[in-house]
């Protein structure tokens, strides 16, 4: 946001005969438009001339030139009124400024003293300086001198030289200095906006400053521009709790959190723009618990979270535009346990998983969008245990699973929904675990499942819409061992499944429908060994047994339709019944399957 021009002080007053002609024009035009007013109100036609001036009509003209001359010579007193306060207000701003200018002088001097207490004195100084300034450029001009002091050079206590006494003794003053100033700038944000010396609004240029400590908690930025730009958090306790950003631009731009505690905990993100675009986080704890985000934008894009911890615990999204696009998490822990979704948008897009661990355990997704498009998962662990997807869209199209473990065991997936067309698996491990889908939709059209291994262990499928219609099976695993089907439907049309292995076994088909219509098995293992059918409906229309090792070896059959009679292809292990034995009931099979022999 580019910075207010400064105006220029100074009256440019026009010369008072131009100002004169002005105002007599001005009168005159008024008192005619009055005039004809009236008259036009009173519906008067015409004036009656009079041959012969009476005495009480002379009179009257005599008070009417008066009353002009009067009213003139009033219009040029106000004139001259209006010129004088102009000048009288010049004068004191000028005054104010000239007094103000040389208590500046003189608190800006006392900020480079060699005394930690006149140094003191000189910020408070300046912040009274700001509170009593006569125009908004003045009260700029000091907010800045405080910033810049923060910029300058100073040592960390991570860096001082061991058992150096007088260094650290140096390094106490300064910090209690520097403390100083981000509190006073901290109780200036906290007044409303109306209150005479409220900060709000103004610019705040915090690029490169080193902090190891410091309190915003509660402060409002709600306008201007506050730049944290490549600011190193490397100590200490950085407070933003309860902070408010609701307008105007906030900057953290590859800014280094190494070390230290830096809470955004409760804060609300309702407006504006929060940039934490290229921000490192290597080292330390940063919280957002229980924040909200409302409205507005915050971005993460190209963050790298390779060391430290990241809270997003319980942290609200129910609006704005939340973007991790391009970030990479190769060994930070970020955690966003029990955090609510329900609105607004969360970009993943181009993010790297390739090492540490990104919670999303117990997190509720009942509305708006998040997504994970072209994200990559290479290593490390993504956690969506135990979390509840009722209504919004979790998008993981086209991303990539080459590695690490991506978890959603115990998941509930009652509504919305969650797609994975067209992702890649190719190496991760992905739990669902004992997940529940009881409504919603979840996508793994167009899947290719190349390696690695993807779990439905003990899943319940008892509603709404599982779909891996188009997926390609070519090696790796998939396990529906134990899973329970009792409502719902699950496709897998038009499927390839031509390597790897696909486990049923010991499932319970009890309900509801699982459609492998049109698939082709020409590789690969395909188990449903000991699974149990006594309800629902499991379909092979037109399916294509070319190669596949397809078992329903000790598989039970007491209800339900399992319809076989449209495949092509040999018979499968498991399914055809000695001759003389009628088939199982619910199972139906091609004419060329029948039993042979005696």
Known sequence: MPRRRTKQRGLRLWPVGRVLTLAFTAALLVAAAVFYTGWDLLGAQDVKPERRIDS????????????????????VALVVAYRRQQVDEDGALRDATRLHTERFTTA????????????LGGVHALAGLADDAPTREL???????????????????TDLPADNAAARHTYLSLREVRHTVIRLIRDHLRLEPEHAHSWQG???????????????????????????NRASFSGGTVDFYRASFSGGKVDFYRAMFSGGTVHFGEAMFSGGTVHFDGAMFSGGTVHFDGAMFSGGTVHFD??????????????????????????????????????????????????????????????????????????????????????????????????????????????????????????????????????????????????????GT?????????????????????????????????????????????????????????GGTVDFGVAEFSGGAVNFDGATFFDGAVNFDRATF??????????????????????????????????GTPLPPGLTLPTDWQPTGP
């Open 56 to 75: 009480a009509t002379l009179f009257n003209l005599v008070k009417l030139a008066f009353g002009v001359v009067a009213g003139a010579g009033a219009l």
């Open 108 to 119: 800006v001097s006392q900020l480079g003293d060699d005394s930690a207490a006149v140094r």
């Open 139 to 157: 009260r700029q001009t000091c907010i800045d001198v405080l910033c810049a002091y923060l910029r300058l050079p100073y040592t960390a206590e």
């Open 202 to 228: 103004h610019d705040f240029d915090f690029t490169d400053v080193t902090f190891d400590g410091g309190d915003f908690s509660a402060a409002t930025f709600s306008g201007g521009t506050v730049s944290f």
């Open 302 to 451: 190209g963050a790298m979270f390779s060391g430290g911890t990241v809270h997003f615990g319980e942290a609200t999204f129910s609006g704005g535009t939340v973007h991790f696009d391009g970030a990479m998490f190769s060994g930070s822990t970020v955690r966003l346990r029990a955090a609510m979704f329900s609105g607004g948008t969360v970009h993943f897009d181009g993010a790297t998983f390739s090492g540490g661990t990104v919670h999303f355990d117990g997190a509720m997704f009942s509305g708006g969008t998040v997504h994970f498009g072209e994200a990559m998962f290479s290593g490390g662990t993504v956690h969506f245990d135990e979390a509840t997807f009722s209504g919004s869209t979790i998008h993981f199209r086209t991303a990539e699973f080459s590695g690490g473990t991506v978890d959603f065991d115990t998941a509930r997936f009652s509504g919305g929904t969650v797609d994975f067309g067209v992702a890649e698996f190719s190496g991760s491990t992905i739990h669902f675990r004992t997940a529940e889908f009881s409504g919603g939709t979840v996508h793994f059209d167009g899947a290719t499942f190349s390696n």
């Open 454 to 510: 993807v779990n439905f262990d003990g899943a319940t499928f008892s509603g709404g819409t599982v779909h891996f219609d188009g997926a390609t099976f070519s090696n790796g695993t998939v396990n529906f061992d134990e899973a329970t089907f009792s409502g719902g439907t699950i496709h897998f049309r038009m499927a390839e499944f031509s390597g790897g292995t696909v486990d049923f076994d010991t499932a319970r088909f009890s």
């Open 546 to 579: 070319s190669g596949s090792a397809v078992n329903f070896d000790r598989a039970t059959f007491s209800g339900g339709t399992v319809d076989l009679s449209g495949v092509q292809g040999v018979a499968l292990p498991g399914l055809v019944p000695a001759a």
